[in-house]
């Protein structure tokens, strides 16, 4: 089929293009598409070399599907257009809390996919909440989850190139005793822990924990508890989460290692030694949701403890919006 990606030359529009040939998505025809500051660049595809294109002047109705990877003031101008005449898979927030659209993570919600015919267009969801509820939806069958208190590691990437460049100028200076400015955080970065993503909200949470808050209770069940703090730390790539379970039955830590095991998109680390997790690093460019440290919460009845690492790049935006467009083919959505 013939595809666009909006955004072709950013971080997660790169992404997008490399998990499409990995995955030997079935392109017919791809269209490489930016603003104008950036068509007319050149970009290998598929063993070919494309042009970018420019968003104001391309006719959606050339292909089947539509990615979106360029932030929410693209997507709240141009998706409603795209959808016009084609399906828009948007990586954006802009989208997630629009009740008449659906906010998908395969492996979790799939079945919620036809509702994108009310608007054509599907969310992707927030960068760290797919790897939770990932992680989160073969235990919430098994215990039925509770309550959740999530304290996210999140890479500078996630700020896009101007974060990745930031960090890595600010380590180079602080290693040659020179001044830090701070341009894309509200902090130095380097060699420091920033407890603030995105802005703060009158109830004293920022709006990256809404996030979490609100889209967890989409994609997986509106009755979970969920609380969480964000934090930047100065990774280049993967998000990490510490998170705590509540659940309704008492957990079999044995059975929760081999569900999740066997679970789609998960891998299971978990050896009490040292190195016998997964970090960051060892998490950068796999297309899995790792899970590390499980056991019990001996303070807290029904309740564990986990670490979870994924690529933020990956299977925190692009991975997950070539699964949804691959479920889409799975169920033939697309041509209706």
Known sequence: MNIAIVGATGNVG????EVLEKKNFSVTEAFLVASSKSSGKKINFLGKEHTVEDLEKFDFSKVKIAFFAAGSAVAEKWAPIAANKTIVIDNSKFFRKDSDIPLIVPEVNSKELSKFKNKNIIANAN???IPIVVALKPLHD?????R????????????????MDELLSQTKEILENKNVQSKNFTKQIAFNAIPHIDSFLENGST???QKNHDEIKKILDKKINVTSTCVRIPVLVSHSISINIEFHKKPKIEEIKKVLSSSPGCIVVD?????????????ENKFETFISRIRHDSSQENSINMWIVS???LKGAALNAVEIAETLIENNFYGK
């Open 127 to 129: 960068c760290s909440v």
């Open 142 to 146: 098994l215990y039925n989850v509770k």
């Open 207 to 209: 709006k990256e924990e």
């Open 148 to 163: 959740i208190v999530a304290s996210t590691y999140q890479s500078v990437s996630g700020v896009g190139k101007a974060g």
């Open 14 to 17: 790169r992404k997008l293009i």
């Open 271 to 283: 050896e009490h030694k040292d190195g016998g997790y997964i970090t960051p690093v060892e998490a």
């Open 311 to 313: 690529d933020n790049l």
